[in-house]
T-cell receptor
């Protein structure tokens, strides 16, 4: 039973436009969420995080929104650049999970020039 | 390069053989994690060390798997009597002590069991 879901396996966006990647979770005990980006032949790289006490966190072109009532978060990338093409993983953690993260299956983003 | 390193990057073995992977974390990080990633899935947590103490183990970590971090620095993950289902990317990550710290991942070791 997947506790962190990313229902879109892939997404294509034109360069300069907004990319919106979505993530849903089922466990209401999760209180910390992260997005990681992964290029081929490399390990995942941390992108941005958000605590459950907030509903938005912004870092440059990247913004994460959290809707706790819907158990949904999204990552917005504006403007999208070809170098953003990668697999994006949503991850969650909480008090019952110690120090480990629960990852979603990932969404492959392709930014077309 | 002061990131997390893993060795080897690729390993091909025959079913039934034992394999061992090594992870060197970022030097000032006390915490070290092992994850497994299969095709089309995100990383799945296997185990976690705080210094040399193994504090958490996933139910995914069968008795054929063992991990060590003897001096609180590098770690090894051994898989005994490998099975084809063990074929995956094995990722190591490290983080400093503290709540909700991001984990820094290594490039992974890709295991193929024939």
């Amino acid at each position: 039973d997947q506790q962190v879901k990313q229902n879109s396996p892939s997404l294509s966006v034109q360069e300069g436009r907004i990319s919106i990647l979505n993530c849903d979770y089922t466990n209401s005990m999760f209180d910390y969420f992260l997005w990681y980006k992964k290029y081929p032949a490399e390990g995942p790289t941390f992108l941005i995080s958000i605590s459950s006490i907030k509903d938005k966190n912004e870092d440059g072109r990247f913004t994460v929104f959290l809707n706790k009532s819907a158990k949904h978060l999204s990552l917005h990338i504006v403007p999208s650049q070809p170098g953003d093409s990668a697999v994006y993983f949503c991850a969650a953690s909480g008090p019952n999970y110690g120090q480990n993260f629960v990852f979603g299956p990932g969404t492959r983003l392709s930014v077309l020039p | 390069d002061t990131g997390v390193s893993q060795d080897p990057r690729h390993k091909i073995t025959k079913r039934g053989q034992n394999v061992t992977f090594r992870c060197d974390p970022i030097s000032e990080h006390n915490r070290l994690y092992w994850y497994r990633q299969t095709l089309g899935q995100g990383p799945e947590f296997l185990t976690y060390f705080q210094n040399e103490a193994q504090l958490e183990k996933s139910r995914l970590l069968s008795d054929r798997f063992s991990a060590e971090r003897p001096k609180g620095s590098f770690s090894t993950l051994e898989i005994q009597r490998t099975e084809q289902g063990d074929s995956a990317m094995y990722l190591c990550a490290s983080s400093p002590t503290g709540q909700n710290n991001e984990q820094f991942f290594g490039p992974g070791t890709r295991l193929t069991v024939l």
